[in-house]
């Protein structure tokens, strides 16, 4: 006689932190530095360094929108 009370499905076992969980982090870093050297080199009056720059932003909040709806529980 089956007992039909008891969880037949063993939970998941914990995962450890992967690429992932080290990615966002070091995408949130990159895009603070890179925001705070753009408004430095905007302030400075280096066009092309700003520019530089505000593409690196950009890439790096991109990357981290992408992240987000890649590894968001459903």
């Known amino acids: 006689m089956t007992d039909r009370y008891s969880i037949s499905d063993a939970p998941a076992p914990a995962t450890t932190p992967s690429s992932t969980g080290r990615?966002?982090?070091?995408?949130?870093?990159v895009?603070?530095?890179?925001?705070?050297?753009?408004?430095?080199?905007?302030?400075?009056?280096?066009?092309?360094?700003?520019?530089?720059?505000g593409v690196v932003t950009l890439?790096?909040?991109?990357a981290l929108a992408v992240n987000h709806?890649?590894?968001r529980d459903s």
């Open 23 to 29: 990615l966002r982090p070091l995408l949130w870093l």
């Open 59 to 62: 890439g790096s909040g991109a």
């Open 31 to 53: 895009l603070i530095v890179s925001l705070a050297a753009n408004a430095t080199a905007s302030a400075l009056g280096a066009t092309l360094l700003s520019v530089a720059f």
């Open 69 to 71: 709806y890649r590894h």
